[in-house]
């Protein structure tokens, strides 16, 4: 299991301007992401064995079921580690605004956008490049949407989830390609293609989508089942900064369960 922890592979999505790879970590269903644009690149939701040359890193949220490598990849190439403060980490980092837009340099004319998706956690945030790609952390992905409960505030929660997704994710154009931070055991994972959907494709097969704000709320707080492995220790080390060593990794290994 430790082996297959460590194994990952790659797809690419071209867009105009630029690609984004998928650096997909096959054992936990872990994509990190590589938003590059000629010398530029910036990083979202990397995990600990990244190596990049990068300018800034983002985490869409404090992940409980994985280590972020995050501050440890800012720190490591000198690049901008920017997070959400609704989420109370305790280190240094720049603050993200909602709407707040990251220009990528070599002149492409191509920004990303941080847009605070409250929901799976308070400071959950999804970043819109361009007009053709979301990377929408575990607010949705292409199996379902984010569990709503891991901080005790599950009807709460939920509905700030459903305004997320209808004012933030399912409002965008039809072809806009939604990049998840996870996919399940039920994902079809093909070498070379990114784990995607379009948000047309999500919104007519996801059940949930189509549901209207009370039933979404009790739905999503009726399904959220067993919580990730470790998930209390994951949490604080990703809040904290705290040192990613070997007993912090050994509790890592597992499955992902940050869906409904």
């Given amino acids: 299991m430790a082996a297959w922890g460590l194994v990952y592979d790659t797809a690419i999505l071209e867009i105009p301007g630029a690609r984004i790879v998928q650096v997909r970590r096959r054992g936990k269903g872990c994509p990190s992401y590589v938003i590059g644009a000629r010398a530029d690149a910036f990083v ?6 990244a190596e990049w040359r990068i300018s800034r890193v983002f985490d869409t949220h404090p992940h409980a079921d994985r280590l972020s490598g995050a501050r440890a990849l800012a720190d490591q190439t000198g690049a901008s580690l920017h997070l959400n403060p609704a989420d109370a980490f305790g280190f240094a980092f720049s603050p993200l605004h909602d709407g707040g837009r990251f220009e990528l340099g070599g002149g492409v004319g191509l920004s990303v956008a941080a847009v605070h998706a409250p929901g799976h956690t308070q400071g959950s945030t999804i970043y819109v490049v361009g007009g053709h790609a979301v990377l929408s952390g575990d607010t949705l992905f292409v199996c379902g949407v984010g569990r709503p ?3 005790e505030r599950a009807e709460e929660f939920a509905a700030n989830l459903y305004r997320s997704l209808h004012d933030e994710v399912l409002s965008l154009a039809d072809g806009v390609t ?7 055991d039920d994902v079809l994972v093909v070498p070379g293609n990114p784990v995607s959907a379009t948000v047309a494709e999500l919104r007519a097969t996801l059940r949930p989508l189509s549901l209207g704000p009370e039933e979404f709320v009790a739905w999503a707080t009726a399904r959220v089942g067993q919580r990730p492995p470790n998930y209390l220790e994951m949490m604080k080390a990703n809040m904290t900064g705290a040192p990613a060593g070997p ?3 050994q509790l890592e290994l597992g499955p992902n369960r940050c869906s409904v």
Avoid: I, N, Q, T
């Fill in 44 to 49: 979202v939701d990397p995990s600990l064995d």
């Fill in 149 to 151: 409960d891991l901080a």
């Fill in 178 to 184: 939604v990049l998840p931070a996870h996919y399940g």
């Fill in 247 to 249: 007993g912090l990794r």
